[in-house]
């Protein structure tokens, strides 16, 4: 995702996938424990939103075979997210080189565009990164990653104000918002002021800000709007089993077409009804009450993945994408226990 095309990505990781299922079934010793009822919870979930096809109105076969292997492969790589708990440093060393690599085809495709940059001028990255919400909150996250190591040398502290720099030039405002949160978590005592500020500061730029030929033009209230017509659009029926993964969707706003939900949330209840959404709160309060206790390299970016997919992302079920890297990853490593210790995630030292 970080330096691919969609299509390319999607191909290599599926390869990925199966090689290590099929690992996994000739070492079962090297599987992750799957008693968990997180991880009932989470495959649960998927399977719901896969099967949500049949009632999408556009059902076909052969889609539905390719959502199965779909989540077949996102559940695959939820445990080999959990596999990476015991080494999460070398993760985050190899997902720090491959952001400095996507960061460098930002910043090149940037100086060398020609004519009027779409999205306002803000910065856009190469492949799927080329939605600046993308972008923002992928870099967002590597920031966090990086700025949990820095003590760890110069290195990361360098990647830390790489990623930062990226990350406020896309202009995306969900990245900050879950910086911020993430630090008002993480730093001790009076240090939380700051964040706390920088939060409220986030939250509350539309109702203070009107910046023509930007973002915040005429004050940008479109989430919202968009989630509080999702609701009201949808029928009895759609409120229990949602639309289904396939089933059209566009929200017109003041004339304006918008085929996105704008919150990964949002569009659980778009095509899963309130089962999906059910099952993706109750999963995403379970870890979230795991991550407050866990190691801070652990539990840290799954917080800023769901602020987040609360306010960007689009279906959890799907090609790889934003969700996959900011919630799913490190879902992954907190929906296992150690056995060793009992410890969520697993023990720095």
């Not at 070398?90 to 060398?112: D, Q, S």
């Not at 004339?255 to 309130?274: D, N, R």
Request: aromatic share 8%; proline share 5%.
């Amino acid at each position: 995702m970080l330096i691919t095309g969609p299509g390319v990505t999607k191909s290599l990781f599926y390869v990925a996938a199966l090689t290590a299922a099929v690992s996994w079934m000739t070492r079962r010793d090297k599987l992750p424990p799957l008693h968990a009822p997180t991880v009932t919870l989470a495959v649960l979930t998927i399977v719901w939103l896969t099967l949500s096809h049949i009632w999408s109105g556009r059902f076909a076969s052969l889609e539905l075979i390719k959502l199965g292997a779909t989540g077949a492969s996102l559940v695959v790589f939820i445990l080999l997210g959990a596999r990476t708990a015991g080494r999460i440093q070398t993760l985050h060393l190899a997902l720090t080189v491959a952001g400095l690599g996507a960061g460098l085809l930002a910043v090149a495709a940037y100086a060398l565009e020609a004519g009027p940059r779409d999205h306002f001028g803000r910065l856009l990255g190469y492949g799927q990164l080329e939605n600046p919400v993308l972008a923002g909150g992928t870099f967002g996250f590597l920031t966090l990653i990086a700025a949990l190591r820095m003590r760890e040398g110069l290195w990361w502290v360098a990647a830390t104000l790489c990623f930062a720099t990226l990350t406020v030039a896309t202009g995306s405002r969900s990245p900050l918002l879950g910086l911020g949160v993430t630090a008002l978590i993480g730093l001790p005592g009076r240090w939380r002021a700051l964040p706390a500020v920088g939060v409220i500061s986030v939250a509350l730029l539309p109702l203070l800000a009107d910046i023509p030929d930007s973002a915040l033009a005429e004050r940008d209230f479109t989430r919202l709007s968009i989630w509080l017509e999702v609701a009201a659009d949808a029928s009895p029926t759609e409120w229990l089993v949602g639309r289904g993964l396939g089933a059209p969707f566009e929200v017109v706003l003041e004339g304006i077409p918008y085929g996105h939900a704008h919150s990964a949330f949002a569009a659980t209840f778009v095509h899963g009804g309130l089962t999906g959404l059910l099952g993706l709160g109750i999963l995403t309060g379970l870890l979230v009450t795991r991550a407050l206790t866990a190691p801070a390299v652990i539990g840290l970016p799954f917080v800023y993945g769901v602020v987040v997919i609360l306010l960007d992302g689009s279906r959890l079920v799907g090609d790889i994408n934003l969700v996959w890297l900011v919630f799913w990853l490190p879902a992954g490593a907190l929906l296992v226990q150690t056995r060793a210790t009992g410890a969520v995630g697993y023990n720095p030292g």
